[in-house]
């Protein structure tokens, strides 16, 4: 079978088309017949170097087609189902054929696109815990950073209909900003700007924000937290991908009476039955109809140093994935 295997970190050339030997699926396990596998930002970060982890492998911790095989002790009703799953050890997904393990595999619900179920189940299963760690009431300002990216585009999505208001999506260009108001953002702000705090105050009466998540980090996360709302803001940051963590001030936090939290952490330590609750809410919204994601492109898998570069260099609004 064709897989993607990165041999060494590097720039996204490094990831090649390759033959391989097709999986097996150990006890409790099943295969699937890859027909979308997503690309995160994570799998960038990865194949970057930015995040060590063993050589050789292939990429893709989330895929979506048809169970094609079944290791010993899985039910055997889930051979043939069309599924999304995750995949075993977070790799195997940029591939024809990639293992999950039966617990981690979700059926896609009648009447969802497998480019959509595949899109919502894990990152909006992220986004529901994100928005549950940060305790997001009715009733409050969210800010939410990379608004019209894969999990952002889903959490001002979520955060609407859980009745925050205002949510204000910011983004970088006129393009995303647009984006994050049809993904429902009461407001959008660009932070190519150099004033967007100040934007954000205005769209939250001058009080900032009761509640910011941000995935971007560095500058544009320093500056989400200047946004935040004194007295009581909560940050909640769950990712880098200008390339640096936001920096944090304890006397600056201390004097404006704000907390910063890592609502990832939490979400990622919630007993495995939560979670996996939180990916079937996402799925079931989708299927509903009550949150739609964004899919930027579907790419063959020879195109996948491509996919990365153009989430690297920011041009994506929404989900990239990839058809082996
Ligand atoms: N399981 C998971 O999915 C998981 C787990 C752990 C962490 N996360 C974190 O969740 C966050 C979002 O991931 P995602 O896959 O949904 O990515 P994404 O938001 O679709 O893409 C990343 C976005 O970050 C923004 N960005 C700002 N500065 C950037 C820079 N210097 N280089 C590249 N991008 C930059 C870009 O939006 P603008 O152009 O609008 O700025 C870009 O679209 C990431 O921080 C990721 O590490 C996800």
């Known amino acids: 079978m064709r897989v993607v295997q990165v041999r060494r970190t590097g720039a996204p050339d490094v990831m090649r088309v390759e033959e391989a030997a097709e999986p097996r699926p150990g006890p409790g396990e099943v295969l699937v017949a890859v027909e979308r596998a997503g690309v995160l930002y994570g799998d960038v970060l990865l194949r970057s170097g930015a995040y060590p982890r063993p050589l050789p492998y292939v990429p893709g911790l989330e895929v979506g087609g048809r169970v094609v095989a079944l290791g010993p002790r899985v039910d055997p009703a889930l051979l043939g189902t069309r599924v999304v799953a995750t995949t ?20 896609v619900p009648a009447g969802l696109a497998l480019d959509h179920a595949v899109a919502v189940f894990q990152a909006g299963a992220v986004a529901v815990g994100l928005l549950s760690a940060m305790r997001v009431a009715a009733g409050e300002s969210v800010l939410v950073t990379a608004a019209a990216g894969r999990i952002g585009s889903l959490l001002v999505q979520l955060a609407r209909a859980a009745g925050a208001e205002p949510v204000v999506g910011a983004a970088g260009g006129p393009a995303k900003t647009a984006a994050a108001r049809e993904l429902g953002a009461h407001a959008a ?13 205005k769209a939250t009466g001058g009080r900032g924000a009761a509640v910011v998540l941000d995935a971007v980090g560095g500058t544009i996360g320093a500056q989400a937290l200047e946004a935040a709302a004194d007295a009581g803001g909560r940050v909640g940051i769950y990712g880098f991908t200008s390339g640096t963590w936001t920096a944090l001030d304890t006397m600056t936090l201390a004097r404006r009476g704000l907390t910063v939290t890592g609502p990832l952490g939490i979400t990622f330590a919630k007993p495995a039955a939560q979670q996996r609750a939180d990916a079937e809410q996402a799925l079931a919204a989708a299927a509903a109809g009550r949150l739609v994601p964004r899919i930027h492109a579907v790419r063959p898998l020879e195109e996948a140093a491509g996919a990365h570069a153009e989430l690297a260099a920011r041009h994506s609004v929404g989900a990239l994935l990839l058809a082996p």
């Open 189 to 201: 702000v660009d932070y190519d700007r150099q004033d967007w705090p100040e934007q954000v105050r």
């Open 88 to 107: 075993v050890g977070s790799a195997g997904g940029y591939a024809e054929r990639a293992v999950a393990r039966a617990a981690d595999v979700y059926p």
